[in-house]
């Protein structure tokens, strides 16, 4: 399958910076403009924060530029309070749905707003979309087969069907698209009780905005080919499908225009999915004030030291740093003894009396207030994209591990071309790059 991003009504366009260079804050001053005081635009951010942070200097900056027209900004998202209300799908569908040209006005959504209204937006032609580290590459989800494979195969072949001309992608089968719709929805009074288990399948599916492709795992081709998968030990990949779900590049193909705003860009798994996979190319902004760059690596380079907690023959994966730090041996070791507690247990000793920030998966315990938690550490979830309240703190210790399973690494490699490193690596370097730049490495240098 070739997309071309580049038809009449479209312009796709990237800005790969360094974390730190001010994207967002260009992007504002692009939409507060002059010239794009009549363009609607839809922002998209992966989280609320960033939104919020991005709304407000949306607002400061319209409200500094003498002569810009009032401008609808609003910025869409679940209220907690309001149980009442309606749903924020609903509220973002209705609002970029009743737009019209000309408006000026600005949306802002998180990204999982954004998908979930993507395939819905009726007149993409007047909007901009902005998307700001927006979305992961793909998400992975697992349908267990059962103890009876074949069988189990039987019941997922009676809504889905998979087509190997299009990577194995997973579509409804021929007379099933309105059943699927149903499952996605939850609606079970027409669909059947015995489909619940196949919703989250559903949902990717019946996404138009969405594709879903089937991992071809060697259980997957044998139930593929009728035979009844093996299975290797602990290793549950022959009874159960592995499914990849990403965003469809043609789910753009009507907007105005698309600008992607990521750090390091060209290293994402986005990048070489859709440039080496579906065809998709892309192009600087013509009109973006890319002037207002920093340069953070030439400017901040010279004040970065940089350590490594492991030894370089180890690997950082889940399972070695959950491991007994004496022992070495498989499996969970207690909290306060395994080998991520004694990384960072090290980490802050070396960074003595000064405030650091502390990287780590959720799963080994080191949320706010927990007494595994250093004094001085300061916890920052593994996704930290735009946060900008640490600039304070001149320490980074970033040890969150984001690593491919197995099977992720072998469906990347065969859409893309990228061998092993190249995959991990793409998975790796954003949420430790992402990390660091949440330091003092965002000040301007004296």
Not at 310 to 315: E, F, I, S, T, W
Not at 358 to 387: C, D, K, W
Request: charged share 20%; proline share 5%.
């Amino acid at each position: 399958m070739t997309t071309n991003l580049y038809i009449p009504r479209l312009r796709a366009h990237k800005l790969s910076a360094a974390v730190g260079s001010g994207k967002t804050r260009a992007a504002v001053a692009w939409i507060a403009g002059p010239a794009t005081a009549r363009t609607n635009v839809l922002y998209v951010a992966p989280t609320r924060h960033l939104l919020a942070q991005t709304e407000r200097s949306i607002r400061e900056a319209l409200a500094a530029t003498e002569g810009q027209q009032v401008r609808n900004v609003h910025r869409i998202v679940s209220d907690p309070n309001e149980p009442g209300r309606g749903s924020v799908k609903v509220d973002a569908l209705q609002a970029l749905n009743e737009a019209e040209e000309g408006d000026g006005l600005v949306q802002l959504l998180t990204t999982q707003t954004f998908l979930a209204v993507l395939a819905g937006i009726r007149h993409p032609q007047r909007w901009s979309v902005i998307l700001d580290e927006a979305f992961a590459p793909a998400s992975f989800q697992t349908f267990q087969l059962g103890a009876d494979a074949l069988r189990g195969w039987e019941h997922f072949s009676e809504l889905f069907e998979v087509d190997p001309a299009q990577g194995h992608r997973i579509v409804p089968k021929q007379g099933k698209q309105i059943a699927v719709e149903a499952v996605a929805r939850g609606d079970f009074s027409s669909a059947g009780d015995r489909f619940k288990s196949l919703q989250e399948v559903a949902q990717g599916v019946a996404n138009k905005a969405i594709r879903c492709e089937l991992v071809m795992t060697d259980g997957a081709r044998a139930v593929l080919d009728g035979a009844t998968p093996k299975k290797r030990g602990k290793d549950v990949t022959g009874t159960a499908l592995q499914f990849a779900s990403y965003v469809d590049p043609q789910a753009f193909a009507g907007f105005r225009e698309v600008l992607f705003l990521s750090a390091l860009f060209e290293q994402t798994v986005l990048y070489h999915l859709w440039t080496r996979a579906l065809g998709v190319s892309f192009e600087e902004h013509p009109e973006f004030p890319a002037h207002m760059l920093r340069d953070t690596h030439a400017e901040q380079g010279r004040f970065l030291a940089v350590g490594h907690l492991l030894h370089k023959d180890d690997r950082a994966s889940i399972d070695a740093l959950q491991r007994d730090a004496l022992s070495g041996q498989p499996g969970p070791g207690a909290p306060g003894a395994r080998v991520i507690d004694h990384l960072i247990q090290t980490a802050a000793g070396h960074f003595g009396d000064e405030r650091f920030l502390l990287q780590a998966n959720e799963r080994f315990g080191y949320s706010a207030g927990s007494a595994l938690l250093p004094r001085l550490a300061v916890r920052i979830p593994t996704m930290s994209h735009g946060l900008n309240d640490f600039q304070d703190c001149d320490n980074v210790a970033a040890l969150a591990v984001t690593n491919p399973n197995p099977q992720q690494l072998q469906w990347v490699r065969s859409r893309t071309g990228m061998d092993a490193r190249e995959v991990t690596q793409a998975y790796r370097i954003h949420a430790t790059y992402q990390a660091l730049g949440r330091c003092s490495i965002l000040s301007t240098p004296i």
